[in-house]
Nanobody, 125 residues
Framework: VQLQASGGGLVQAGGSLRLSCAAS????????MAWFRQAPGHEREFVAA????????SYGDSVKGRVTISRDNAKSTGYLQMNSLKPEDTAVYYC???????????????????WGQGTLVTVSS
């Protein structure tokens, strides 16, 4: 599956953004989808995941309560709605997908075989 992330940009602290991840090539509903982010000088960090089948979600501690992950299988697109953005949310955001059973490892970057190119989110103070 090929992934294309979009929706990043410059936003003031307290603002909102919605990122999109368009998938092509395979049946999107068969994949668990996730978002990770990486700030300069930092490791890639888990943001959120939505599992294939059940659609259950998981969130990283640093974003819990401020972001919502969702998917539209008919459109082969995943989304990350981010609210109450903070300067420390500034990073390149990557979408990822896995076609295997990773239900217990959704926060592990190495569980994902497919990655989008990233979209930059900059939050100004």
């Amino acid at each position: 599956v090929q992934l294309q992330a979009s929706g990043g940009g410059l936003v003031q602290a307290g603002g909102s953004l919605r990122l999109s991840c368009a998938a092509s090539g395979r049946t999107f509903s068969r994949y668990t989808m996730a978002w990770f982010r990486q700030a300069p000088g930092h490791e890639r960090e888990f943001v959120a995941a939505i599992r294939r089948g059940s659609g259950s979600t998981s969130y990283g501690d640093s974003v819990k309560g401020r972001v919502t992950i969702s998917r539209d299988n008919a459109k082969s697109t995943g989304y990350l709605q981010m609210n109450s953005l903070k300067p420390e949310d500034t990073a390149v955001y990557y979408c990822a997908a896995s076609g295997t059973d990773i239900a217990s490892s959704v926060n592990n970057r190495w569980a994902y075989a497919f990655w989008g190119q990233g979209t930059l989110v900059t939050v100004s103070s």
